[in-house]
């Protein structure tokens, strides 16, 4: 499963934990001087100071508004800066020396300890050097005793809040797949319920080419996706079929008027879009590619993991279809087989035994149905094998039958995707069944040609013909559907010689046999 992603260059916003902490912090340490002050006399007389406290621990919030934890750490070291000039240099105001407390705290709130011990330095030796430089330095060693105690509660909380905050982040750091998880989730949910999820990877390729095309102005195009395969898988292509993207590694392409954009699923790399635009390509191009890129790729990325989603749940329900028709209607299918044996066993009479072996007959028809029924049901593709899965297809198709079987397999290039070759499969299944039940063929031709990108599976009989859709019989529109779903046209029409070709041929120009061909005969029996 591809992993489901985040788009590239989707900043993360920050968070405002840290801010409202030390903005409560600062807001209490004042409201606590202000409470203070009003039972004292000198309450007048410390306002401008209170004011000036004020200022700097307004401006130094709102520094801090909205920006990351760790960044800034000039600011508390600044604060405590001001605030030790401010109160060293003023009247001794005790009730105001609490604030030198604050400055260290908020370090290791947001900072860690070494902004912390930082803070509590330069709030100690500003103190001591503005007191130094004072006129009035009678009162140096007073003021020093005073703000010290101060000091080392700032640098002792400082650090306890330090410790915390780390236990927190790493708690955090801890819970971030799971938070990160919940937030796609939670983003699909939204995008699902307004309806702009699309579940089909290749229409949303084709979107996003159209929306590069407008905005770039480039003349051709192709997006790929990479998996696990050493070449990437072409998703959707406008008259860019021989386009493939840069290494990776690679800051520019060789062609200046290519450009290659790498669509980021979160931490790996989803796919590519290549564009080529003749009057080459200017930073703002690129931006604007860039951009719409990023509008695209969780969405593309989404698509791409329902496909995944969808291709194991088909399959499950398949096999347990299958499981059901084995259990439950084959078996009651052939019990009354052996009722119409004991009839026929046990009626004398000619017209009854006539009837018994006509029903026993329609009865073991019937069986042999659900069995190829049940075979289609259960057959897959394994190990990005289309042309093996054909080739056991046949066989037991064409076990026990008089069809003489022509299969011309000619595959070279990257293996399909996992859903083309499955929907492939499918058609073919359903046309070859469609030969063995109605055509009365006695040849049977099944060709498959592929590079890796275009495709080109062929089904011919020289049967009956009119191969026409029937009220109530769904199988040429399911194998239109199919078609659509991987970007193919079908066509069905009378073959030259008598009965009828089934042609699905992907919407590139066509193939030209390549060099893995492999033919091989089911002698007519």
Same mark, same amino acid.
């Given at each position: 499963?591809?992993?489901?992603?985040?788009?590239?260059?989707?900043?993360?916003?920050?968070?405002?934990?840290?801010?409202?902490?030390?903005?409560?912090?600062?807001?209490?340490?004042?409201?606590?001087?202000?409470?203070?002050?009003?039972?004292?006399?000198?309450?007048?007389?410390?306002?401008?100071?209170?004011?000036?406290?004020?200022?700097?621990?307004?401006?130094?919030?709102?520094?801090?508004?909205?920006?990351?934890?760790?960044?800034?750490?000039?600011?508390?070291?600044?604060?405590?800066?001001?605030?030790?000039?401010?109160?060293?240099?003023?009247? %001794?105001?005790? &009730? %105001?020396?609490?604030?030198?407390?604050?400055?260290?705290?908020?370090?290791?709130?947001?900072?860690?300890?070494?902004?912390?011990?930082?803070?509590?330095?330069?709030?100690?030796?500003?103190?001591?050097? !503005?007191?130094?430089?004072?006129?009035?330095?009678?009162?140096?060693?007073?003021?020093? $005793?005073?703000?010290?105690?101060?000091?080392?509660?700032?640098?002792?909380?400082?650090?306890?809040?330090?410790?915390?905050?780390?236990?927190?982040?790493?708690?955090?750091?801890?819970?971030?797949?799971?938070?990160?998880?919940?937030?796609?989730?939670?983003? $699909?949910?939204?995008?699902?319920?307004?309806?702009?999820?699309? %579940?089909?990877?290749?229409?949303?390729?084709?979107? %996003?080419?159209?929306?590069?095309?407008?905005?770039?102005?480039? !003349?051709?195009?192709?997006?790929?996706?990479?998996?696990?395969?050493?070449?990437?898988?072409?998703?959707?292509?406008?008259?860019?079929? #021989?386009?493939?993207?840069?290494?990776?590694?690679?800051?520019?392409?060789?062609?200046?008027?290519?450009?290659?954009?790498?669509?980021?699923?979160?931490?790996?790399?989803?796919?590519?879009?290549?564009?080529? /635009?003749?009057?080459?390509?200017?930073?703002?191009?690129?931006?604007?590619?860039?951009?719409?890129?990023?509008?695209?790729?969780?969405?593309? #990325?989404?698509?791409?993991?329902?496909?995944?989603?969808? $291709?194991?749940?088909?399959?499950?329900?398949?096999?347990?279809?299958?499981?059901?028709?084995?259990?439950?209607?084959?078996?009651?299918?052939?019990?009354?087989?052996?009722?119409?044996?004991?009839?026929? &066993?046990?009626?004398?009479?000619?017209?009854?035994?006539?009837?018994?072996?006509?029903?026993?007959?329609?009865?073991?028809?019937?069986?042999?149905?659900?069995?190829? &029924?049940?075979?289609?049901?259960?057959?897959?593709?394994t190990d990005h094998r289309l042309s093996g899965a054909l080739a056991e297809y046949v066989r037991e198709v064409s076990h026990g039958t008089d069809l003489r079987v022509h299969l011309l397999l000619d595959e070279s290039?990257?293996?399909?995707?996992?859903?083309?070759?499955?929907?492939?499969?499918?058609?073919?299944?359903?046309?070859?069944?469609?030969?063995?039940?109605?055509?009365?063929?006695?040849?049977?031709?099944?060709?498959?040609?592929?590079?890796? &990108?275009?495709?080109?599976?062929?089904?011919?009989?020289?049967?009956?013909?009119?191969?026409?859709?029937?009220?109530?019989?769904?199988?040429?529109?399911?194998?239109?559907? /199919?078609?659509?779903?991987?970007?193919?046209?079908?066509?069905?029409?009378?073959?030259?010689?008598?009965?009828?070709?089934?042609?699905?041929?992907?919407?590139?120009?066509? $193939?030209?046999?390549?060099?893995?061909?492999?033919?091989?005969?089911?002698?007519?029996?």
């Open positions: 499963m591809r992993s489901r992603a985040h788009a590239e260059g989707g900043a993360k916003a920050p968070s405002l934990t840290p801010w409202r902490v030390t903005t409560a912090a600062r807001a209490f340490a004042l409201a606590l001087v202000v409470g203070t002050l009003l039972g004292e006399e000198s309450a007048t007389e410390s306002a401008p100071l209170l004011a000036a406290l004020v200022v700097i621990a307004a401006v130094s919030s709102a520094l801090e508004w909205n920006a990351p934890a760790h960044s800034r750490p000039w600011i508390p070291v600044g604060e405590a800066f001001l605030v030790a000039v401010l109160l060293a240099s003023g009247p %001794l105001q005790p &009730s %105001l020396l609490l604030y030198v407390a604050i400055p260290p705290i908020v370090a290791g709130v947001r900072h860690g300890w070494v902004t912390t011990v930082n803070a509590g330095f330069v709030t100690g030796v500003t103190t001591i050097c !503005t007191l130094t430089v004072m006129p009035d330095s009678g009162a140096t060693r007073e003021r020093i $005793l005073e703000a010290a105690p101060w000091i080392v509660t700032g640098i002792g909380v400082g650090l306890l809040a330090s410790w915390q905050s780390r236990s927190m982040r790493d708690l955090e750091t801890r819970q971030a797949p799971f938070a990160a998880a919940n937030q796609l989730v939670s983003q $699909l949910h939204g995008m699902a319920s307004r309806g702009t999820v699309g %579940l089909d990877s290749a229409q949303l390729a084709a979107e %996003l080419e159209t929306a590069l095309r407008t905005e770039t102005g480039a !003349t051709r195009s192709a997006v790929f996706i990479h998996g696990p395969s050493p070449q990437p898988e072409l998703l959707s292509s406008h008259a860019g079929d #021989d386009l493939m993207p840069t290494a990776p590694g690679s800051h520019a392409s060789p062609d200046p008027a290519v450009l290659t954009v790498w669509l980021h699923g979160g931490a790996h790399r989803l796919g590519s879009a290549v564009l080529v /635009r003749d009057a080459g390509w200017t930073d703002e191009l690129r931006a604007r590619a860039r951009t719409v890129a990023d509008e695209f790729v969780l969405r593309l #990325d989404t698509a791409l993991l329902f496909d995944d989603v969808r $291709l194991m749940a088909t399959a499950e329900e398949r096999n347990r279809i299958a499981r059901e028709m084995h259990d439950g209607v084959a078996q009651e299918v052939v019990a009354l087989g052996y009722i119409v044996d004991e009839i026929e &066993s046990a009626s004398d009479q000619p017209e009854t035994r006539e009837l018994a072996a006509t029903l026993r007959a329609e009865i073991s028809r019937v069986v042999t149905e659900l069995r190829f &029924s049940i075979f289609d049901l259960r057959h897959q593709v290039g990257p293996v399909l995707s996992s859903r083309m070759e499955s929907e492939l499969l499918r058609v073919a299944q359903e046309g070859i069944n469609n030969v063995r039940r109605h055509a009365r063929a006695r040849n049977l031709w099944v060709t498959l040609v592929s590079d890796g &990108s275009c495709v080109r599976l062929e089904i011919e009989d020289d049967g009956i013909g009119n191969a026409l859709p029937k009220d109530r019989h769904w199988g040429l529109q399911t194998m239109r559907e /199919r078609a659509d779903a991987i970007g193919a046209d079908l066509d069905i029409s009378p073959r030259d010689d008598g009965g009828t070709v089934v042609r699905l041929q992907t919407r590139q120009p066509t $193939l030209t046999e390549g060099k893995r061909s492999h033919e091989h005969h089911s002698p007519a029996r």
